[in-house]
């Protein structure tokens, strides 16, 4: 079992930085696959990054490719997602999500915890 709390979220103005983290508790969370996603009204959920906690492996999708960054602290057992150069399209709900497995996931069905969300809503 893992649980997993976001913060950060905010309003912000485009061109303008957040950080999102995510604090994990639970059993081997090495083992572990942790993501972002984004829904924002009106539409479906939406991947935005990925990454292995034992490799440090990560993905992130077109959209947020070279603006977003992903990482994660082993000591803290936390995940972060630094949002830089943020858009107006940016504004949704961001999650953390958990997946018990070492493997890169890229949709929600594969994840198997997940947070409340935060929001992030970016001004233009």
């Known amino acids: 079992q893992v649980q997993v709390v976001e913060s950060g979220g905010g309003l912000v103005q485009a061109g303008g930085s957040l950080r999102l983290s995510c604090a994990a508790s639970g059993r081997a969370i090495s083992r572990y696959t942790m993501g972002w996603f984004r829904q924002a009204p009106g539409k479906e959920r939406e991947f935005v990054a990925v990454?292995?906690?034992?490799?440090?492996?990560?993905y992130y999708a077109d959209s947020v490719k070279g603006r977003f960054t992903i990482s994660r602290d082993n000591a803290k057992s936390t995940l972060y997602l630094q949002m830089n150069s943020l858009k107006p399209e940016d504004t949704a709900v961001y999650y953390c999500a958990a997946r018990a497995s070492t493997n890169l996931v890229f949709t929600a069905t594969g994840y198997d915890y997940w947070g409340q969300g935060t929001q992030v809503t970016v001004s233009s």
């Open positions: 990454i292995s906690w034992i490799s440090g492996s990560t």
